[in-house]
């Protein structure tokens, strides 16, 4: 099996490696990896055949190149980090050698001698498997394989940069504040039960007393303008994956909780004990929130200060 890992920073290749390794296994093929890097700067990992490496840190002004190394090489794969700018290559890839293509590939599993890709669905309330054959490529999920490290020096064949039919004139940064949630190991969540903008305070002092970030559903940026949208968590939002999340008056809807679920452990609250929230949850409480968080806020500040 021949394959191309798509990477965008040193971590990418060892995690791409484990699944391309994965799927070999599955299919009882040999393994002939390679990458190909977008970066300012070229970086090395063993366990590669050949190393492209397009020095440039905008995909768009880019994507020519990236076409230029798939017509050099026949590939069976293309694999990528399920993050936005590896979802748009690979799709404009598969739809440029018309190759089928799944996202968030989680595990790769072999049923009665077939090979599948196995995706999450539906909030993660079930799963799609969909059949491996050549020609198919996909993203995988960021954190779902174990990284392989492998010693070696692959050669790294630096590619010209070329834009593809369009190029990108100026990119304006969307105005953002200095919230990462993404990487936060405690999130708590704001939702509609939250009445108004100012009880959100409530939720910022257990955020500050926990050393964490404070997300929010989509009404809540979207509709409200309660808080930025660099905070809100889902499907059309961030997604995280912290330690603790605690999502509170948020109802559970799959295009929230699918951006969420991957977090370590989830206490949710909420006064409905049939909201859904609670089937995603380790630990739920039921309760009204303004009557739980100003005696949860004072018990954790009376223990955390002793
Ligand atoms: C295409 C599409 C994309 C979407 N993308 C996203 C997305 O990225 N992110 C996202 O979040 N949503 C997204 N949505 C919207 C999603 O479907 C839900 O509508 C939204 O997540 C609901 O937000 P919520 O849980 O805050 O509000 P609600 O669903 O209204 O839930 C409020 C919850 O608060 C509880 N509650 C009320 N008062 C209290 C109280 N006093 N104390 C405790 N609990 C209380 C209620 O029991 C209820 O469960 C998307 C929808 C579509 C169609």
Partial sequence: MKALAIGFKPSDLGEALAVLNRLAEALGEELEANALIISKEPFKHGGFHKIYHV?????????????????????????????????????????????????EVSSIEKIDGDVYLARPILGGRATAYYRYTPGTLFTYTVGKFQPIDEAGEPDVIEVTTEPGSYTVVGVEEKKRGAVDIESAEVVVGVGRGFRSKDDIKMASELAELLGGEVGCSRPIAADFGWLDEDRWIGISGKKIRPKLYIPIGISGAPQHIMAANDSKVIVAVNKDKNAPIFNYSDYGVVADLYQFLPVFIKVLRERLVK
Avoid: H
């Fill in 55 to 103: 020095k440039t840190a905008s995909l768009y002004n880019s994507i020519g190149s990236i076409y230029k190394v798939m017509d050099d090489l026949t590939v069976d794969t293309v694999v990528s980090p399920n993050i936005k700018d590896g979802v748009d290559l690979l799709g404009r890839v598969a739809t440029k050698i018309d190759g089928f293509m799944v996202t």
